[in-house]
């Protein structure tokens, strides 16, 4: 009985407080309530507090749940606890005008990550940096005012893209943000800037790199120490997982050389497995370092690389010219497949970590927006919906949990399997091609 | 378009690895003493098909 007042009560302090988000919004100079002030501290730009800059007014969107989601799950230049912003060091580099190095607390961001100041040219808008291209732009710290971003659509290649705008002086400045190694393909390229900063995802893999390294540092002693006793504490939470890693994967998936590979696979599965517990994690920074494809490359680029190169001579042969096939097969179909697999198979590894753990934390900001589309500043809607996404917020949080280990496990199977194929002997192959010729 | 994509990428990994789902369980049934070998195996086999369903999902976002 005492648990369910618990319940009630947790699901009623959320009611309340998120009720008591809508009730900012007619002070901060009448705008809809409810519309406003979403998912509590992490609004995207809206047009507050830009009338004082002289830009016009500003036409308003509403509450967008899509870019609020994808607010939360891209990289930031600021670590965010809850409300508060927590600066971290900037490292800029713009041809031409050289590296820019600052701290990012001098921008002065609020709650929602958004700089009150301009660093030469550069702006903190939603937590992530950007950069004023226009030389007219004033170099050194400009304070540009409360609230100065909002967001216009421009179309840019046939496609559209919002792209936020900073608003000082009366005029209305364009902002680009860092360039991204993906050739353009999702929205980003090469553009004026190079952000070489220390963001919130490289604070996660060092503070999650930290805690596993005093985590096996330990066990490792205890098993040195307790030597032929039975494992206790932390050593005994590990020790299944790690046996299980290399009872299941390595040893089948990998045969007879499973030793050598063995600590390649664990570093993986324990990093990956760490990063996606960490981001589980509300309110601590939410960092999704696992849903970033960058991170995800460079995992799956050390798998090709171990791979490739502990290849042996059947592996390549099977590659490159399979034994047993009509020439003009292996010619026109099996060898560019084969060929192609080599970059497919990382590339779907990186893909499907990063879109597993990407998904699941934006599942979780939709629950939590459903309060603020419903809501719209009542006390009954609010709280007949912040219950309901009280449960389904709890209920994807579990799957989320399952989630980070099978796909922490699943990284790590493909990988054994992958390694596995490269450096097994042919001699169960040759068997099954005998077979096929009959 | 693009949502229109996805959507149909995703049935067909929901029909695969639904299809992996209910043999596995099949099997296990049949089979409880394999019941290790199948979970592996399953898994592998449904992050396989659904490696097909990323690469179609991440194709629609560059088209659209």
Known sequence: ?438 | MTPIGMGIAVVGAGIGIGMIGSKAMEAISRQPEAVGDIRANMILTAALVEGAALIAIILSLIAG
């Open chain 1, 1 to 438: 009985m005492r648990r369910y007042i618990l319940s009630f009560i947790c699901v009623f302090c959320l009611a309340a407080f998120a009720f008591s988000q809508d009730q900012h919004a007619p002070q901060s100079g009448g705008h809809p309530a409810g519309e406003q002030h979403g998912a509590a501290d992490h609004q995207p730009a809206h047009g507050e507090g830009s009338h004082d800059a002289g830009c016009g007014p500003i036409e308003d969107h509403g509450f967008d749940p899509g870019a609020t989601a994808f607010h939360h799950v891209s990289d930031q230049n600021v670590y965010n606890i809850g409300p508060i912003q927590l600066p971290l060091p900037c490292i800029l580099y713009a041809p031409g005008h050289g590296f820019t190095t600052f701290s990012s607390g001098r921008f002065h961001p609020d709650s929602h990550g958004n700089g009150h100041a301009a660093i030469d040219g550069y702006v903190l808008v939603e937590g992530l940096v950007r950069r004023i291209e226009d030389p007219s732009f004033p170099k050194g710290e400009v304070e540009v005012g409360h609230h100065p971003y909002l967001k216009k659509e421009v179309q840019e290649n046939g496609k559209e893209k919002e792209i936020p705008y900073v608003c000082y002086n009366s005029q209305l400045y364009p902002t680009v943000g860092h360039s991204t190694a993906d050739f353009g393909m999702f929205g980003g390229g090469i553009t004026s800037f190079y952000d070489f900063s220390m963001t919130k995802n490289v604070v996660t893999m060092l503070i999650v790199f930290l805690f596993l390294a005093f985590v096996f540092s330990s066990v490792a002693k205890a098993y040195a120490k307790r030597d032929g006793m039975a494992p206790t504490g932390l050593q005994g939470f590990i020790e299944p997982i790690f046996l299980f890693i290399q009872d299941e994967v390595a040893k089948p998936f990998i045969g007879a050389k499973w030793e050598k590979y063995l600590p390649f696979l664990m570093s993986i599965f324990f990093f990956i497995l760490g990063l996606n517990l960490f981001g589980q994690i509300p309110f601590f920074g939410g960092s999704n370092v696992t849903g970033n494809l960058a991170f995800t490359g460079v995992m799956a680029i050390l798998t090709f690389l171990v791979v490739n190169l502990s290849g042996n001579k059947h592996y390549w042969e099977h590659v490159l010219w399979m034994p047993g096939v009509p020439s003009v097969l292996k010619v026109l179909i099996l060898t560019p497949v084969e060929f192609l697999g080599i970059f497919i198979k990382p590339f779907t590894l990186m893909l499907r970590l990063c879109a597993n753990i990407t998904a699941g934390h934006i599942v979780i900001t939709i629950f939590i927006s459903l309060i603020f589309i419903f809501g719209k500043g009542q006390w009954g809607p609010s709280l007949g919906t912040s219950i309901g996404s009280t449960v389904l917020t709890m209920f994807m949080m579990a799957i989320e949990l399952l989630v980070a280990f099978i796909q922490a496990f699943v990284f790590t199977l493909l990988t054994a399997s992958y390694i596995g194929s490269a450096v097994e002997d042919g001699h169960g192959h040759d068997h099954e091609e005998a077979g096929a010729h009959h």
